[in-house]
């Protein structure tokens, strides 16, 4: 073809980043694969939603008298509690004026569930899903990302919240949590210093911070929650989720009352979610992990818009 | 007031009295707690440097300042006078805050002086000035290519990398954000 006119730069940085869409392409046809040979549904819910889950900073971009979701957790928990036992879903997530290295306020989001089992279990049952899909798109386990080399084969390490601070701030976390400092604390002395050769389960977080995850039952300080780190990039959250109602109303109206106090767009109470904890949700934990990111450590980029065809946002 | 989450490279604010310009700036944000707004700032007056974090609840002053249009007058041996086009007032600005714009000052060119209470802080070129070539090397005969380049003078002795088929005596546009040749006006 005869062309007339210079190559568009947004041309050009697709070409440039042609590899790392196919390598996403290939690894999301294993992560469903891997699903489904474990016996889980695929079930989508929808973007565009009444009720967003109150949190104290993440917000939902509101659209024609809707929000965009944030996560589909509460609709995924409506499924639970209507018998469904083993599901995930795959799709596009937003947050308000989140964009940076890291962030897109558009990005996917992983997310799935399993009853009867607690975050402990998923531990394992994520080691297990990202070791079938690395073997199959990489080719092997040891991963080159920047100056470091992510061995996905040998042990991964568990660290408490509180070790963690100990260990790299010298501060409880619930200190720090009190001085207002513990994100500044996390990002500036602890995720710097995670080991970054090996995954890495960031665990028990103090239990003011345990959104929508159970307290631990031999210890009511802290909550069944962990995060999970590759080469100190935070990748997926983790639950034993709360399925308590009382617990669970109490928690949504103290970030209703939060989100009031600091201005935030205050967002309808979902009945629905509520008339299903009341109803019952079986024991179960879920996960949420971000794609972007992980692709993003797989091929090796440095930025999240090397994995994404078009940054609109 | 600028919210923390107004917070870009290339924007200016107040800290404590002194107007700074944020140099490098990253988005950060932990897990679900609040997003941390990571800069590099510089002070616009004393060129120190220093890091800042801001949460996403942080206000952050706007630097006062103001923009005005003034002419380049004259170089007075130490000072590069400009006049206020409105007030005709003189402001006396050093080469420090010119930076490499010295070499493309031209009498009488309206530029935008950047103000703070009251003190000329930055400097604004018109983005394309023309400048007369006063000396190159001649280039061989009949080559017109583009991508290769030569160096030459302008008439204050700063030098540019031309392309091959320029000559003395041509006039060519230069722009001022990058010191580099855009293209010929004018030929000999």
Redo the contacts between chains.
């Keep these: 073809m005869q062309r007339e006119s210079k190559k568009p730069e947004d041309l050009m940085r697709l070409e440039n980043i042609a590899s790392n869409l196919k390598f996403r392409s290939s690894f999301l046809f294993y992560l469903r694969k891997f699903f489904i040979k474990k016996g889980f549904l695929e079930i989508d819910t929808p973007v565009l939603i009444r009720s967003p889950a109150p ?4 917000n939902a971009p509101p659209v024609g008298g809707f929000f965009l979701r944030t996560s589909p957790e509460l609709h995924m928990k409506r499924l639970a509690a209507a018998g469904f036992s083993k599901f995930f879903q795959l799709g596009p997530c937003f947050r308000e ?7 897109n306020v558009e990005f996917t989001m992983l997310e799935w569930y399993e009853a009867g089992r607690n975050y402990e279990d998923l531990m394992e049952f994520v080691k297990e899903m990202l070791q079938y899909t690395i073997k199959r798109t990489c080719g092997k386990l040891k991963i080159t990302y920047g100056k470091n080399i992510i061995d996905f084969e040998g042990c991964w390490e568990v660290i408490t919240v509180k070790e963690a601070f100990l260990k790299h701030a010298g501060i409880l976390p619930e200190t720090a949590i009190q001085n207002n400092e ?3 604390i ?3 002395k602890v ?1 710097p210093n995670l080991p970054r050769n090996r995954p890495v389960f960031l665990s028990d977080y103090p239990v003011s ?1 345990a ?1 929508l995850s159970k307290v631990k039952s031999t210890n009511q300080n802290v909550a069944e929650r962990w ?1 999970l780190y590759l080469g100190g990039i ?1 990748i997926a ?1 983790t639950y034993s989720e709360l399925t308590a109602y009382n617990e669970q109303k109490k928690r949504f109206r103290k970030a209703h009352k939060n989100r009031k106090l ?1 201005n935030l767009p205050e967002y309808p109470e979902d009945n629905d979610f509520f008339e299903a904890m009341k109803y019952g949700i079986p024991e179960l934990a879920g996960s949420a992990l971000g794609i972007d990111r992980l692709i993003m450590i797989l091929t090796d980029s440095s930025e999240i818009n090397e994995v994404i065809s078009f940054t609109e946002t | 007031m600028f919210s923390a ?1 107004d917070l870009r490279k290339g924007l200016k604010v107040e800290i404590d009295r002194e107007p700074w310009i944020i140099t490098e700036f ?11 707004y990571r800069c590099k700032l510089k002070n616009m007056l004393t060129g120190t440097t220093m890091d800042k ?1 801001y ?3 942080d206000k952050i002053e706007k630097a006062s300042m103001e923009e005005r249009e003034m002419y380049f007058s004259y170089f007075d041996g130490e000072f590069y006078v400009f006049s206020d086009a409105e007030t005709f007032d003189e402001y006396p600005i050093s080469s420090d805050i010119l930076g490499s714009s010295v070499n493309f000052l031209i009498e009488n060119s309206l530029c935008n002086v950047l103000m703070f209470n009251g003190k000329p802080i930055e400097v604004e070129l018109p983005i394309f000035i023309e400048k007369e070539i006063v000396q190159t090397e001649p280039g061989a005969r009949g080559d017109t290519a583009t991508n290769v380049t030569k160096p030459a003078k302008i008439d204050n002795g700063y030098e540019i990398a031309v392309p091959i088929f320029i000559n003395e005596g041509d006039i060519v546009k230069i722009d001022t954000r990058t010191g580099q040749y855009a293209e010929r006006v004018k030929k000999a």
């Design positions: 949190e104290d900073y993440i004026g989140e964009r940076g290295k890291l962030h513990f994100e500044i996390l990002t500036e995720e911070l959104a995060e935070e959250n600091n | 989450s990253e988005f950060c944000k932990p897990g679900k707690g609040t997003a941390l974090t949460r996403s609840s």
